[in-house]
T-cell receptor, first 114, second 111 residues
Framework: DAGVTQSPTHLIKTRGQQVTLRCSPKSGHDTVSWYQQALGQGPQFIFQYYEEEERQRGNFPDRFSGHQFPNYSSELNVNALLLGDSALYLC?????????????FGSGTRLTVV | QKEVEQNSGPLSVPEGAIASLNCTYSDRVSQSFFWYRQYSGKSPELIMSIYSNGDKEDGRFTAQLNKASQYVSLLIRDSQPSDSATYLCAVRSSNTGKLIFGQGTTLQVKP
């Protein structure tokens, strides 16, 4: 049973560039949530996708956008990168209606903006 | 006020002792509560979930929930050096469905 898969594992980008991160949810899961975790902090909720639509959004600027595909996989896009965007980006999957069972996290993408 | 609050620590306990980790939350309609363990450089791993007031035990771990006080805790009995990690408290609101995390408490278990 495949868990949550994220790619790439590490990424270095220059300020002002754009980046796309990818996530494949755990088999059987249909909901994908994205989190940003800065060093020494807890994960911060970016947004959640279900049925190919953004259902919930955290306090992140419009530079952060996403997409969910019919196979439930998802992408996180960040435009006009800032140094402060350097963080571990985590994808978590769950089954709609059963989110009370908790989310399963991928191994994350470490983004460094220089 | 933060939605989910934890003492960042570090909390240091000797091997074999009981480690007690605490968390408070602000959203009264929260229904689901989780404890995740995160080793340095790794992603969070779910270790306990609790939905009703009272205690829930799983091996060396016990989660405690008091909705009236908006308080949830995690006890780790017979702490081992391998338990050294950051423990994240997460709360899911039934209104929004979002899973909100605290900043985590770093636990150090010393041999």
């Amino acid at each position: 049973d495949a868990g949550v898969t994220q790619s790439p594992t590490h990424l270095i980008k220059t300020r002002g560039q754009q980046v796309t991160l990818r996530c494949s949810p755990k088999s059987g899961h249909d909901t994908v949530s994205w989190y940003q975790q800065a060093l020494g902090q807890g994960p911060q909720f970016i947004f959640q996708y279900y049925e190919e639509e953004e259902r919930q959004r955290g306090n992140f600027p419009d530079r952060f956008s996403g997409h969910q595909f019919p196979n439930y996989s998802s992408e996180l896009n960040v435009n006009a990168l800032l140094l402060g965007d350097s963080a571990l980006y985590l994808c978590a999957s769950s089954l709609a209606g059963l989110g009370s069972y908790g989310y399963t996290f991928g191994s994350g993408t470490r983004l460094t903006v220089v | 006020q933060k939605e989910v609050e934890q003492n960042s620590g570090p909390l240091s306990v000797p091997e074999g002792a009981i480690a007690s980790l605490n968390c408070t939350y602000s959203d009264r309609v929260s229904q689901s509560f989780f404890w995740y363990r995160q080793y340095s450089g790794k992603s969070p791993e779910l270790i306990m979930s609790i939905y009703s007031n009272g205690d829930k035990e799983d091996g060396r771990f016990t989660a405690q929930l008091n909705k009236a006080s908006q308080y949830v805790s995690l006890l780790i009995r017979d702490s081992q050096p391998s338990d050294s990690a950051t423990y994240l408290c997460a709360v899911r609101s039934s209104n929004t469905g979002k899973l909100i995390f605290g900043q985590g408490t770093t636990l150090q278990v010393k041999p």
